[in-house]
């Protein structure tokens, strides 16, 4: 339909209209903002391959059929609205989208499949929602810009790969108690688990020459160590033991 529209920079559609066919806009060079209208309920591959301009897509809530190249080669894509009813994240949907700084994963997502979001370097955090089960192989790979994974799934989801982040990293602050503390912890995964590197910066000193100088790690339910007056890690929640197991035997199934 504007398939090699080069000069081509916007363009509005009635929501009368039902159907679009695969590569409506290709190579439409200087296209920075594609809305689709509420008529359409499947976008085709190659929809906006080529797009190199394009800076925002916005999908409405009517689309439930979304093939993984549409956005092939828009290498200037830096936000993308999901329809909220979207039911899964396609293998290599946003594979490559070094630009993409802002998206959201819909409640209705169930999956995200593999290469979902490989080299997307340019997101800062990325929110898993609740009813996500299944992950695949590479989903969040090279992912090196996220700086917080926010998990809620109740259920830890379904793992097809050992490689799925590359590699983590959260930052250590002490509290009211211990303001001083301060580090960073490293996750790297590997073959057979996950390597854990630590350095903490002004622990806590102790007179006990016996139960002095040892410190652990726990893993906690909440998304966010932060809280409120009351309680300044209220957010953090309790310890993840899904099995209630005593301390200091929590673990995952």
């Known amino acids: 339909c504007f398939s090699g529209c080069f000069s081509l920079e916007f363009v509005s559609f009635p929501d009368s209209l039902t159907k679009w066919y695969s590569q409506v806009f290709l190579s439409c060079y200087s296209l920075e903002t ?11 591959g190659s929809m906006a391959s080529g797009c190199y301009a394009l800076q925002k897509a916005v999908l409405h809530d009517g689309v439930v059929g979304l093939e993984t190249s549409i956005f092939d080669g828009c ?14 994240i ?22 995200i499949g593999m290469n979902a979001f490989n080299d997307c370097y340019s997101l800062s955090e990325m929110k898993i929602p ?22 809620y799934p109740v259920v830890p989801p ?31 995964e590997t073959q057979n688990g996950v390597l854990i590197t630590a350095r903490i910066d002004h622990l806590p000193e102790t007179d006990n020459n016996c139960t002095g100088r040892f410190f652990g ?16 890690f209220a957010d953090a929640k309790f310890h993840y033991n899904p099995n209630n197991c005593p301390h200091p035997f929590h673990k995952a199934a």
């Open 34 to 44: 594609i809305i689709v209208p509420r008529g359409i309920t499947s976008l085709c």
């Open 75 to 88: 290498q200037n894509l830096k936000s993308i609205e999901l329809p909220r009813e979207l039911p899964k």
């Open 90 to 111: 396609s293998n290599q949907m946003f594979n490559d989208y070094y630009a993409l700084r802002e998206i959201e994963i819909p409640e209705s997502v169930t999956e």
């Open 130 to 151: 609740r009813n996500v089960s299944i992950i695949g192989g590479s989903a969040f790979y090279k992912c090196t810009g996220i700086q917080n994974y926010y998990f």
């Open 158 to 188: 379904a793992i097809t790969s050992s490689n799925i982040f590359n590699t983590a990293k959260a930052i250590i602050k002490g509290g009211k108690q211990y303001p001083k503390i301060n580090g960073v912890v490293y996750f790297k």
């Open 217 to 232: 790690f726990h893993i906690h339910e909440g998304p966010s160590c932060t809280g409120n007056a009351k309680d300044e």
